[in-house]
């Protein structure tokens, strides 16, 4: 069982960085691929980017490449998100989620745990 929770949000102007963090429990936190997803308002869940279990490899939504970077500590249990150059439409709830997959990609149902999400609000 893995407990995930998400800290950072809040509301920024566009163009500005917000850092998201997501805090695992369990002792299997680095055997797991770690994701974000994000959902706004009236729109399905999507994902934004993944991680591996070792941290070396990433993969990114098209809406976020280059503009976000996602990253892991396994000695802490944590992962990030580092959100640069934000747009409105980045807006949305983002979620952190762990695989018990060593990989795990773009599909919702390839994560197997969910934290509860934390709300990215940037303005215009």
Known sequence: QVQLVESGGGLVQAGASLRLSCAASGRAFSMYAMGWFRQAPGKEREFVAAVN????????????????????????????????RLKPEDTAVYYCAASTGIVAGEEINEYDYWGQGTQVTVSS
Not at 61 to 82: E, H, M, P
């Open 53 to 84: 279990w070792r941290g070396s490899i990433t993969y990114y939504a098209d809406s976020v490449k280059g503009r976000f970077i996602i990253s892991r500590d396994n000695a802490k249990n944590t992962v990030s998100l580092q959100m640069n």
